[in-house]
């Protein structure tokens, strides 16, 4: 079955470090630029990083630079974000997707996974 | 505020057509960067539902449609049901911030 799936979220205290994966299968991950996106219940979505498809390049929004990592494992195809100095405003579920550029060469989101959700709080 | 526009909210009756719009600049959408729908059900992960200003995504129904002029985009559904009654978030790319932008998404309401 073609999917992503996240894990890793839960609960951590301001200041914390949290590992979030993105396992996929049936597909050839390698191909593929991935990115993170993450959403506030609630709210709107956000884009976080992304990641190119043999993770030489990656690419990160403003509010998450120098303390979000991306990376990835085409051994093991599972895609990561090591978040670290954590803060409240980082609650969200963090959804991964896969780049479509791939295939059609258009930067468009074609594959979610359902997502999982990090707390920032003490 | 989102780098894109949207309106927060649209409705329409069902089988009548809504467009929602999607704003931006001349750093994303007005400098000739593609935009790209998505379609989030309640309590589901977003689906793609247009892609490159106008193309669906096999098994997207011909009710949806995209287009794209200057700095702006839109997304029209006609034939509207209940089913399509969700968030809808446009996305494009921004060179000034070097990365993917969502509009801040919009909610239809079907009555």
């Known amino acids: 079955e073609v999917q992503l799936v996240e894990s890793g979220g839960g609960l951590v205290q301001p200041g914390g470090s949290l590992r979030l994966s993105c396992a996929a299968s049936g597909f050839a991950f390698s191909s593929y630029w991935m990115h993170w996106v993450r959403q506030v219940p609630g709210k709107g979505l956000v884009w976080v990083s992304r990641i190119n498809s043999d993770g030489s390049s990656t690419t990160s929004a403003d509010s998450v630079k120098g303390r979000y990592t991306t990376s990835r494992d085409n051994a093991k195809n599972t895609l990561y974000l090591q978040m670290n100095s954590l803060r409240a405003e980082d609650t969200a579920v963090y959804y991964c997707?896969?780049?479509?550029?791939?295939?059609?060469?258009?930067?468009?989101?074609?594959?979610w996974g359902r997502g999982t959700m990090v707390t920032v709080s003490s | 505020q989102s780098v894109l526009t949207q309106p927060p909210s649209v409705s329409g009756a069902p089988g009548q057509r809504v467009t929602i719009s999607c704003t931006g600049s001349s750093s994303n959408i007005g400098i000739g960067y593609y935009v790209h729908w998505y379609q989030q059900l309640p309590g589901t992960a977003p689906k793609l539902l247009i892609y490159?200003?106008?193309n669906r995504p096999s098994g997207v129904p011909d009710r949806f449609s995209g287009s794209r002029s200057g700095t702006s985009a839109s997304l029209a559904i006609t034939g509207l049901q209940a089913e399509d009654e969700a968030d809808y978030y446009c996305q494009s790319y921004d060179t000034s911030l070097s990365g993917s932008v969502f509009g801040g998404g919009t909610k239809l309401t079907v009555l």
């Open positions: 490159a200003d106008n």
């Open positions: 997707t896969r780049d479509m550029r791939a295939t059609l060469g258009y930067d468009a989101f074609d594959m």
